[in-house]
């Protein structure tokens, strides 16, 4: 049976008008590329690397060997009331962990859709599956820097608890703040390259912006103060980390105010990024 030409149905590709659905269900639906595209960017990152997914476990180890000569043998800085000194180093590498996925996730998800220009390109998926796949990527440099702080907590005697059972929710909120914010700069990157190159200072800036090096008692209970400083998701997320460890200073509205920061910033930049994906093909 021959079919002419006029009877072949044709599906037309037109951009969204008004309020465009986020359409999350896609995710699921193209779950395959995202297992793809997130075991690439792993192994493209390690790819012809010495020392190879070490580097996972040597950032922040490095980090936390600085940490703890500068700031807490040369600047005096202690951990959390009812923490010994002496445990400064777990101290400060329970809030390496979350702050490292975050800045890692952050990164690879705002340059993700100009690194992938090719594709945007040549075939159609859920944009989306991008910056996701992107900053997903980071849980296994978190897996294998979690193997440290269970050999530290071991060897300072840090008793294992239930209550490191929070920190799954708690690693799933870091890295919903790197995907917040990186749906933000991925989409403005795309139309204005100067967000790659503010990107590492930006990151750079957020780690002493959060209660890595210094407990959060630094910082005033009284007056206005605590509320900004919980404007930074991440100053709950940590916080969060060092109870589920330490069982001491149990997470108050600074997580709340957090958690409530990252849902605004996630559901804005999904709807920002959708808007923006009409015009990605043609300005990447």
Excluded: C
Aim: charged letters at 10%.
């Amino acid at each position: 049976m021959t079919i002419r030409a006029d009877q072949v149905p044709v599906t037309y590709l037109r951009p969204s008008k008004g309020w465009i659905p986020l359409n999350l269900a896609d995710l699921w639906a193209y779950r395959e590329l995202v297992y793809f595209l997130t075991w690439r960017d792993i192994k493209v990152r390690y790819k012809q690397a010495a020392l190879g997914i070490g580097w996972a476990i040597l950032q922040p180890v490095l980090h936390m060997v600085i940490f703890t000569v500068i700031f807490a043998k040369l600047a005096g800085l202690k951990p959390d009331a009812g923490i010994p000194e002496a445990l400064y180093p777990v101290f400060s590498f329970a809030a390496l962990l979350p702050m490292q996925l975050f800045q890692g996730a952050l990164q690879r998800a705002s340059i993700s859709l100009v690194q992938n220009s090719n594709l945007l390109t040549k075939v159609y998926f859920p944009r989306l599956i991008i910056p996701f796949s992107a900053a997903a990527a980071g849980l296994v440099d978190f897996f294998f820097a979690f193997l440290v702080l269970g050999g530290l907590m071991l060897y300072f005697q840090v008793a294992f608890t239930w209550k490191l059972l929070w920190l799954i929710p708690l690693v799933l909120l870091a890295l919903l703040a790197a995907l917040a914010v990186g749906l933000w700069l991925a989409a403005l990157n795309v139309q204005y390259r100067d967000v790659q190159q503010m990107v590492p200072f930006l990151i750079q800036a957020w780690m002493y912006a959060s209660p890595v090096a210094y407990s959060l008692d630094v910082i005033p209970a009284s007056g206005p103060w605590r509320v900004i400083y919980a404007l930074n998701p991440m100053a709950g997320v940590i916080q969060g980390f060092r109870w589920a460890l330490f069982g001491l200073n149990p997470p108050d509205r600074i997580l709340w105010i957090s958690i409530g920061v990252v849902v605004v910033l996630l559901v804005s930049g999904l709807y920002y990024f959708r808007h923006m994906e009409r015009t990605f093909a043609d300005m990447v």
